[in-house]
């Protein structure tokens, strides 16, 4: 094993670790840095409805800097919105969504970023909502440069893997020893959570795991034993818990996803994720069980209106900004002031916005926006429940 796969592998196990105790984020975030290359990095979330943004975890972020960013600065990062719609896990640099000559004329540059000397940023989305997304970013400085495709290829070998930690972290909240504790916070979700044995035997149900075993369309208990209704799926899950209960070798660190099929055009997923290794062996030994598994529906959301115009239009990042901010605060100076850019940078981009959406007056771009919107826009993810 090499010194880079050797890196590798302690970094994802530590990576499923935090999963279970947040408190090793950081670390883990330091390690990311080390290992992506980059001298800071955290996860945020950000909505560009409300334009608010709310920090989780962070490693080597200027306490300064990170409190003028949450108060004053988040609304003006030119990433956004643009980098809220992209696919969860597909890293992007600052060059991907915005032109750096472009991004370096913003107030948000001269005045957030030059100071800090940060040359450039790797980010990708962990998941997202209709408006909001949660993010992990790697920061770089202007001794490190721009971001090169040896760092996207190394942040593309961990993706996966904060990915699945950050869900798990958040369907089953900070780990804690007491089963009162747990049972809080796993009894409130809509997802079925199951912790089981090594056999499939069910240790723990939250609500909706025990209405699913009640409903008996998906799941099902056969003398307390967790089992499939579909027989082509029952045996892959039967097989997939088996695997998970002698641990991760046989199924994998970052566990085993199996189709659970549903009834008409519904579709089901189950997640099963061993509970074997550092943290999760803590807290596997504390509930008698050897995995835990998840049951999803799988779903399609409703698209953000500014998601489906920028598809639709092939709007440019620039030219989705400015289509906001006419929509938010309307009129070329107070967009100018709201995004930190010049007034003609803001007329070039309108002017490309009206060509390719064919109207003429920003009444025009409003009303084609609420028309977007539709009827039954809602909260539902658009990456997937």
Same mark, same amino acid.
């Given at each position: 094993?090499?010194?880079?796969?050797?890196?590798?592998?302690?970094?994802?196990?530590?990576?499923?670790?935090?999963?279970?105790?947040?408190?090793? $984020?950081?670390?883990?975030?330091?390690?990311?840095?080390?290992?992506?290359?980059?001298?800071?990095? @955290?996860?945020? $979330? &950000?909505?560009? #409805?409300?334009?608010?943004?709310?920090?989780? &975890?962070?490693? %080597?972020?200027?306490? &300064?800097?990170?409190?003028?960013?949450?108060?004053?600065?988040?609304?003006?990062?030119?990433?956004?919105?643009?980098?809220?719609?992209?696919?969860?896990? *597909?890293?992007?640099?600052?060059?991907?969504?915005?032109?750096?000559?472009?991004?370096?004329?913003?107030?948000?540059?001269?005045? $957030?970023?030059?100071?800090?000397?940060?040359?450039?940023?790797?980010?990708? @989305?962990?998941?997202?909502?209709?408006? !909001?997304? /949660?993010?992990?970013?790697?920061?770089?400085?202007?001794?490190?440069?721009?971001?090169?495709?040896?760092?996207?290829?190394?942040?593309?070998?961990?993706?996966?893997?904060?990915?699945?930690?950050? /869900?798990?972290?958040?369907?089953?909240?900070?780990?804690?020893?007491?089963?009162?504790?747990?049972?809080?916070?796993?009894?409130?979700?809509?997802?079925?959570?199951?912790?089981?044995?090594? %056999?499939?035997?069910?240790?723990?149900?939250?609500?909706?795991? &025990?209405?699913?075993?009640?409903?008996?369309?998906?799941?099902?208990?056969?003398? !307390?034993?967790?089992?499939?209704?579909?027989?082509?799926?029952? !045996?892959?899950?039967?097989?997939?818990? #088996?695997?998970?209960?002698?641990?991760?070798?046989?199924?994998?660190?970052?566990?085993?996803?199996?189709?659970?099929?549903? /009834?008409?055009?519904?579709? $089901?997923?189950?997640? +099963?994720?061993?509970?074997?290794?550092?943290?999760?062996?803590?807290?596997?030994?504390?509930?008698?069980?050897?995995?835990? +598994?998840?049951?999803?529906?799988?779903?399609?959301?409703?698209?953000?209106?500014?998601?489906?115009? #920028?598809?639709?239009?092939?709007?440019?990042?620039?030219?989705?900004?400015?289509?906001?901010?006419?929509?938010?605060?309307?009129? +070329?100076?107070?967009?100018?002031?709201? *995004?930190?850019?010049?007034?003609?940078? +803001?007329?070039?981009?309108?002017?490309?916005?009206?060509?390719?959406?064919?109207? %003429?007056?920003?009444?025009?771009?409003?009303?084609?926006?609420?028309? #977007?919107?539709?009827?039954?826009? %809602?909260?539902?993810?658009?990456?997937?429940?």
């Amino acid at each position: 094993m090499t010194a880079q796969e050797s890196s590798l592998s302690q970094l994802i196990g530590d990576i499923y670790d935090a999963a279970l105790a947040p408190a090793l $984020w950081p670390r883990v975030l330091e390690q990311s840095c080390a290992f992506v290359g980059g001298y800071a990095a @955290n996860i945020l $979330w &950000h909505d560009v #409805a409300t334009e608010r943004s709310a920090l989780f &975890h962070e490693f %080597n972020i200027d306490p &300064h800097y990170r409190r003028l960013y949450l108060e004053k600065y988040a609304p003006m990062n030119p990433l956004f919105p643009a980098s809220t719609f992209l696919e969860p896990g *597909l890293p992007y640099s600052i060059g991907d969504i915005v032109p750096m000559a472009e991004f370096v004329e913003t107030d948000f540059y001269k005045e $957030w970023v030059a100071p800090q000397g940060i040359a450039d940023s790797l980010g990708t @989305n962990l998941e997202r909502t209709l408006t !909001s997304s /949660a993010l992990f970013v790697v920061l770089r400085n202007v001794q490190q440069g721009l971001v090169d495709d040896e760092m996207r290829r190394r942040m593309l070998l961990i993706v996966p893997h904060v990915r699945r930690a950050a /869900a798990i972290g958040q369907l089953i909240g900070e780990y804690t020893s007491k089963m009162e504790a747990l049972a809080d916070t796993l009894g409130k979700l809509a997802a079925g959570v199951f912790m089981v044995d090594g %056999n499939g035997r069910i240790g723990y149900a939250n609500a909706a795991g &025990h209405a699913m075993l009640d409903q008996r369309q998906v799941v099902r208990a056969r003398q !307390s034993t967790l089992a499939a209704v579909d027989p082509d799926a029952e !045996s892959e899950l039967r097989d997939a818990i #088996a695997a998970a209960g002698r641990g991760e070798a046989d199924v994998g660190i970052r566990g085993v996803a199996v189709p659970l099929g549903g /009834a008409q055009q519904e579709r $089901w997923l189950a997640h +099963v994720l061993p509970l074997a290794s550092g943290t999760r062996r803590e807290a596997a030994t504390s509930y008698s069980v050897a995995t835990a +598994v998840f049951v999803r529906k799988i779903t399609l959301a409703l698209q953000s209106p500014l998601e489906v115009l #920028a598809k639709l239009y092939r709007l440019t990042a620039s030219e989705l900004r400015v289509l906001q901010a006419v929509v938010d605060v309307g009129g +070329v100076p107070a967009i100018a002031r709201a *995004l930190g850019i010049s007034q003609a940078t +803001v007329k070039t981009h309108l002017r490309q916005v009206f060509q390719k959406t064919g109207t %003429n007056r920003q009444s025009e771009l409003v009303k084609l926006v609420a028309g #977007a919107a539709g009827p039954f826009t %809602n909260g539902t993810s658009a990456a997937g429940s």
